[in-house]
């Protein structure tokens, strides 16, 4: 699977006229992770929002067993 970042990510679902809520909803995420991990405001290290930047596409890893 090829990787994003986050600026790609964005800009992909502009061109696509998707909303960040309407994609969290579609991988069955927290719409308040995937903001912070699109803008930057966390990198998705651990927990919950390694586990979202791992399905979103941004980095590479495996989801724990409790994720989403």
Do not use: C, W
């Not at 994003?4 to 679902?13: A, D, F, G, N, S």
């Not at 069955?28 to 991990?37: A, C, E, M, N, Y």
């Not at 399905?55 to 495996?62: A, N, R, S, Y």
Request: net charge positive.
């Amino acid at each position: 699977m090829a990787l994003y970042t986050p600026e790609q990510l964005r800009k992909e679902l502009d061109s696509k006229g998707v909303t960040v809520e309407s994609f969290a909803k579609a991988k069955s995420l927290d719409p308040r992770l995937v903001r912070d991990l699109l803008n930057g405001r966390i990198r998705g290290r651990r927990g919950k929002a390694h586990d979202h930047a791992v399905i979103m596409g941004l980095k590479d890893g495996e989801v724990s067993q409790h994720a989403a």
